[in-house]
């Protein structure tokens, strides 16, 4: 049980288009997910917080109006990397708690994007 | 929340040696998670940790929180090639998961 999935697995486009990444839980509801970025040999950093029905709360020094989160359903919670530049490029996981509360985070195989 | 500061970033290891990594927070922590993340694989769960002075083991793998709740260790005992992948340390708090900055451990056999 509590499997994430995140579609696609890896995205190369051009610079200024968008990309929208998706994020499901495909065996429970997942009342929060979570957005994270990591670049190469480096930690996970958290961009944003989504909760089911509402707005999702940013990260200081992560663009809103750039990166778009909509958590529509309590299994589905995507991101979408508008007018993507080259420095976008990295590595999108997702992940989602909602069983017992906080203490596990099941996370996603994570979405490659290369922005040209 | 603030980052928490792991050491070494980076080990390589001999197949059987042990590996120990640290987590150093400067604020008390409410518990510790560690996470395992194998190369170009994402972060896996492998414990929490939320009592001070708690020692938990799994396996080859121990895990200490400390008295003061301020820092954490993970220690592989007789480490194998499978052990290869980034340690990370999290701790949860205001509905969040922060990690820490992660121990990258190479095993040669």
């Known amino acids: 049980g509590a499997v994430v999935s995140q579609h696609p697995s890896w995205v190369i486009c051009k610079s200024g288009t968008s990309v929208k990444i998706e994020c499901r839980s495909l065996?429970?509801?997942?009342?929060?997910m979570f957005w994270y970025r990591q670049f190469p040999k480096q930690s996970l950093m958290l961009m944003a917080t989504?909760?089911?029905?509402?707005?999702?709360?940013?990260e200081q020094g992560v663009e809103k109006d750039k990166f778009l989160i909509n958590h529509a359903s309590l299994t589905l919670s995507t991101l979408t990397v508008t007018s993507a530049h080259p420095e976008d490029s990295s590595f999108y996981i997702c992940?989602?708690?909602?069983?017992?509360?906080?203490?596990?985070?099941?996370f996603g195989p994570g979405t490659r994007l290369t922005v040209l | 929340g603030q980052q928490v500061m792991q050491i070494p970033q980076y080990q390589h290891v001999q197949e059987g040696e042990d590996f120990t990594t640290y987590c150093n927070s400067s604020?008390?922590?409410?518990?510790i998670q560690w996470y395992k993340q194998r190369p170009g694989g994402h972060p896996v769960f492998l414990i929490q940790?939320?009592?001070?002075?708690e020692v938990k083991k799994q396996k080859r793998l121990t895990f200490q929180f400390g008295e003061a709740k301020k820092n954490s260790s993970l220690h592989i005992t007789a480490t194998q090639t499978t052990d290869v992948g980034t340690y990370f340390c999290?701790?949860?708090?205001?509905?969040?998961?922060?990690f820490g900055t992660g121990t990258r451990l190479l095993v040669s056999p």
């Open positions: 999290g701790h949860t708090g205001f509905q969040k998961l922060v």
């Open positions: 940790l939320v009592k001070s002075g």
């Open positions: 992940s989602a708690s909602g069983l017992a509360g906080y203490n596990e985070q099941f």
């Open positions: 604020t008390t922590l409410s518990n």
């Open positions: 065996d429970f509801q997942a009342t929060t």
């Open positions: 989504s909760n089911e029905g509402s707005k999702a709360t940013y």
